[in-house]
């Protein structure tokens, strides 16, 4: 920032110079002739050498934004394939992860309102950073609802009664350590596999999807 200030005030300067050896040069002509004669190598010299400056400052600048682009990029590519490889559920043993604009608490009670305007009934909250503080440890902001309805849980486990490891329905609402909030839950295509789901029962934990999403908006 300095060179780069620096380099304009020289050519300010420059320009100023320029300016009064031109109205001094045209005083000397308008009298007939030049009183006496001035080399021109310093004004030629100093402007070629803030030429030079100047061009090499711009190649730096240039190459300065050209690094600082590409690593933009390289930091774009890498958070897109740690998220796409975070909603991948073989990557990770069926979890999906979506980023909540909300804090915990935050995107936890928006949770509960959505659960209540569809009627589904919320069977639990638990705070695991409450309960670790309890025991003296600390953990970041934590909680786990766990959600159903047997209108929709039953054909579930009269279909696969497996199914019944998994529910009732849970989302994991937790702040990593960057502080960015996100809700997992299981994913519903990997629970289908699981327990050999048939297709058409797949809607019934589908909902999980469209309130993790809603929450964190």
């Known amino acids: 920032?300095?060179?780069?200030?620096?380099?304009?005030?020289?050519?300010?300067?420059?320009?100023?110079?320029?300016?009064?050896?031109?109205?001094?040069?045209?005083?000397?002509?308008?009298?007939?002739?030049?009183e006496s004669y001035r080399?021109?190598?310093?004004?030629?010299?100093?402007?070629?050498?803030?030429?030079?400056?100047?061009?090499?400052?711009?190649?730096?600048?240039?190459?300065?934004?050209?690094?600082?682009?590409?690593?933009?990029?390289?930091?774009?590519?890498t958070s897109v394939a740690e998220a796409t490889s975070k909603s991948a559920p073989a990557a990770n043993r069926g979890i999906v992860y979506k980023p909540s604009n909300h804090s915990?608490?935050?995107?936890?009670?928006?949770?509960?309102?959505?659960?209540?305007?569809?009627?589904?009934?919320?069977?639990?909250v638990i705070d695991h950073s409450g309960e670790a503080e309890k025991v003296g440890m600390k953990m970041r902001p934590t909680r786990l609802l766990i959600f159903g309805s047997p209108k929709a849980g039953t054909p579930l486990m009269l279909a696969a009664p497996s199914i019944a490891i998994d529910l009732l329905l849970k989302i994991l609402v937790w702040e990593d350590e960057q502080g960015k909030v996100w809700a997992s839950y299981n994913s519903p295509d990997y629970l289908k596999q699981r327990h050999g789901l048939p297709e058409e029962l797949l809607a019934n934990i589908a909902v999980v999807e469209a309130l993790a999403a809603q929450a964190g908006g």
């Open 1 to 34: 920032m300095w060179f780069g200030t620096a380099l304009i005030a020289a050519g300010v300067l420059v320009n100023v110079s320029s300016a009064w050896r031109h109205v001094r040069l045209v005083r000397e002509l308008d009298r007939g002739q030049p």
């Open 39 to 77: 080399s021109l190598t310093p004004a030629v010299g100093t402007a070629l050498f803030l030429a030079l400056v100047g061009l090499a400052m711009a190649i730096y600048l240039i190459y300065v934004r050209g690094s600082a682009t590409q690593q933009s990029e390289n930091v774009e590519d």
């Open 104 to 124: 915990v608490d935050q995107t936890v009670e928006k949770l509960k309102n959505t659960l209540q305007s569809r009627s589904v009934t919320l069977f639990a």
